[in-house]
């Protein structure tokens, strides 16, 4: 199998409006995981753990350099912590090898950072939002 970098990535995020916003280019870097939770059920019996594989989750964080332009990051990113209700975002990762990975995810903050530079930059966290598991295709 061959070995592959993850040059040209691209992520998509809804904006308030569900619109699926293309924030590339001022995205700078993505993590995410794939957790499961897990229930121990370790009888007195047992002299090591016993664990049981419960619901799995997708959380990450996006993070990337600030752009106020027109559905950029920041019109996509703006409404979080201001707009009522349940923030729903479709977050897409795209990989150049064609692979994806998408899932309705709450965002949950919408983190600035300023550098003593002047740099300008943000983060923000997500995680899954109605029970359904992230897709790979």
Same mark, same amino acid.
């Given at each position: 199998m061959a070995k592959v970098?993850?040059?040209?990535?691209?992520? $998509?995020? =809804?904006?308030?409006g569900g619109v699926a916003r293309d924030i590339s280019s001022s995205t700078r870097s993505v993590s995410f995981d794939f957790p499961r939770a897990e229930q121990d059920?370790?009888?007195?019996?047992k002299s090591s753990m016993e664990r049981l594989l419960l619901r799995g989750d997708w959380t990450g964080t996006l993070s990337g350099i600030f752009d106020p332009g027109t559905n950029a $990051?920041? =019109?996509?990113?703006?409404?979080?912590?201001?707009?009522?209700?349940?923030?729903?975002?479709?977050v897409t990762i795209g990989f150049s090898t064609g692979g994806t990975v998408t899932g309705e995810c709450v965002l949950t903050s919408y983190q600035h950072q300023i550098g003593e530079d002047g740099s300008h930059t943000w983060s923000v966290p997500f995680s899954?939002?109605?029970g359904t598991a992230a897709v790979w295709s």
């Amino acid at each position: 199998m061959a070995k592959v970098t993850a040059l040209t990535t691209t992520v $998509s995020v =809804d904006d308030s409006g569900g619109v699926a916003r293309d924030i590339s280019s001022s995205t700078r870097s993505v993590s995410f995981d794939f957790p499961r939770a897990e229930q121990d059920v370790t009888g007195l019996d047992k002299s090591s753990m016993e664990r049981l594989l419960l619901r799995g989750d997708w959380t990450g964080t996006l993070s990337g350099i600030f752009d106020p332009g027109t559905n950029a $990051s920041h =019109d996509v990113f703006k409404t979080i912590g201001t707009q009522a209700g349940t923030l729903l975002r479709t977050v897409t990762i795209g990989f150049s090898t064609g692979g994806t990975v998408t899932g309705e995810c709450v965002l949950t903050s919408y983190q600035h950072q300023i550098g003593e530079d002047g740099s300008h930059t943000w983060s923000v966290p997500f995680s899954l939002a109605n029970g359904t598991a992230a897709v790979w295709s």
